[in-house]
């Protein structure tokens, strides 16, 4: 596929404020109009369920068009009903160094490209598109911009041709941690300071990178991974990369990445108090939280933007065994389901902990199979409709008046109250770990209804007026 003169039209954009696109494109990914929790692609809402496991040993945060047979990653993803990757668009330090920019004799020429890199990055998009995978497109790879990969960066004064140390102040080390955003690196844009020597190149970094991705329908962009920074620096590239869209007469969803745990934290505000700037919200870090807790942050996010509502995106979900603080594999579960039952618009495993690995496909596959089985994108969460309940004991999903959806974390009994459906109810419990179907079974006119797990682990139960199952 060749590149059209659109690298050309994005060169030179001026950064005037310019409103959100939350509707989606004619076909593409975009806010679905009648539940703006979700998304719409090719006409139609979707949920975005995935896990793809990175190579191991790499030293930094890597983009998935950088692995090695990627392509065996798309389709595994697909076989397990995954529609959903993150790519950052980084550096490979692993096995033979790749970087966007030509090494020509031991320097990097920031006026000059490496195709090879570009090749990698262009067949990516080609694959997801071909596969109707949706791409997370985080445009600064934050750990590419500390610590070792800092002195491996073209970026960094010492490894390139075109601008010094003393000219631009860059350092030739940053020792502190990358979400920190400590490097000047991240001061270059007009209201961080402005460094033209710098911001020249990094515009032209990311004209480079729309050049490919806005000629696909199946891009959502985020301006960093996991940071501590300032304001201004995701807002500039977030109306940067929208105006280029607009230029190009293309419409795109845009969004932050903010390192802090804690949805309540300030940083959030920066994003959902300005719908105008991002259109959706994403919240991986929250999967750091656990139990009960977890769930109530991103409950209570969704009521703060009621007003705005936009999607709310989970690119990264902690926890495996042996991960330490991250925590369990069976904790990185939950988080997926209650991520779901939430009501966000996204979940997926991290690829540095459950990634692809059998549970995780289990997991996407079981999802895929619930959620498919009744109407996702017309319910909201309405745990208020559970009885006998202790934390983190079930969760609920619900069109009230027409379906119920209920998950348990593990064996447990609980009371659901069903308003608006009357007489007898159809009962159709899913075991998540086995994914499989139960027999239906009926309930006459018992309210609340009482519900208990048929065995050990993780289920899944449809409540709804008895009739045929679809």
């Not at 070792?148 to 020792?175: C, D, I, M, S």
């Not at 959706?280 to 509502?309: M, T, Y």
């Not at 895929?368 to 983190?392: I, K, M, Q, W, Y």
Request: hydrophobic share 35%; net charge negative; proline share 6%.
């Amino acid at each position: 596929m060749k590149l059209t003169a659109l690298a050309v039209i994005l060169l030179g954009i001026a950064l005037d404020s310019t409103p959100a696109m939350g509707s989606a494109p004619t076909g593409g990914i975009g806010v679905y109009a009648e539940n703006p929790f979700y998304w719409e692609y090719q006409g139609k809402p979707v949920l975005l369920l995935g896990g793809s496991s990175a190579p191991k040993g790499g030293l930094n945060d890597e983009g998935m068009f950088l692995w090695p047979e990627v392509a065996g990653s798309l389709d595994k993803l697909v076989s397990a009903g995954g529609n959903y990757t993150r790519c950052l668009v980084s550096g490979r330090l692993r096995g033979e160094p790749l970087w966007p920019f030509l090494n020509d004799g031991g320097r990097f020429d920031l006026d000059r490209w490496d195709t090879n890199y570009w090749h990698c990055f262009e067949t990516f998009l080609v694959e997801t598109k071909r596969r109707g995978i949706i791409t997370d497109i985080e445009l600064w790879a934050t750990f590419d911009y500390a610590r070792l990969p800092w002195t491996k960066n073209p970026f960094n004064p010492t490894n390139n041709r075109n601008y010094t140390a003393q000219e631009t102040g860059l350092p030739t080390e940053v020792n502190s941690a990358p979400y920190l955003a400590q490097n000047p690196f991240y001061h270059t844009v007009p209201d961080e300071g402005k460094i033209p020597a710098v911001l020249k190149y990094q515009q032209r970094f990311v004209d480079k990178i729309l050049s490919y991705t806005l000629q696909f329908d199946n891009v959502l962009y985020c301006m960093d991974n996991e940071t501590a920074g300032g304001p201004d620096w995701g807002a500039y590239w977030a109306r940067y990369v929208r105006n280029a869209a607009n230029k190009a007469g293309k419409k795109v969803c845009v969004t932050e990445m903010f390192e802090s745990h804690d949805l309540e934290h300030a940083s959030y505000r920066n994003v959902t108090d300005n719908p105008q700037t991002y259109d959706f919200i994403e919240i991986s870090q929250n999967n750091h939280q656990s139990g009960q807790a977890h769930f109530d942050k991103i409950v209570g996010l969704r009521q703060r933007i009621l007003a705005a509502p936009r999607p709310l995106s989970n690119v990264k979900i902690y926890g495996s065994d042996g991960g330490g603080l991250f925590g369990t594999s069976h904790e990185a579960t939950e988080r997926f389901w209650r991520d779901i039952f939430a009501g966000c618009a996204s979940a997926r495993f991290h690829e540095k902990h459950l990634g692809d690995s059998d549970l995780a496909q289990r997991m996407v596959r079981s999802a895929r199979e619930v959620t498919s089985a009744f109407d996702l994108f017309h319910c909201a969460p309405h745990t208020e409709l559970l009885a006998d309940r202790g934390p983190n004991q079930a969760y609920c999903l619900a069109n009230p008046g027409k379906e119920y959806v209920i998950y348990f974390p593990g064996a447990g009994r609980i009371q659901l109250h069903t308003p608006g459906v009357e007489g007898q109810v159809e009962l159709r419990w899913y075991d998540i770990e086995r994914g499989t179907w139960l027999e239906p079974n009926r309930v006459q006119d018992q309210r609340p209804i009482a519900l208990s797990t048929p065995g050990e682990g993780q289920w899944a139960v449809l409540v709804r007026a008895s009739r045929s199952p679809r």
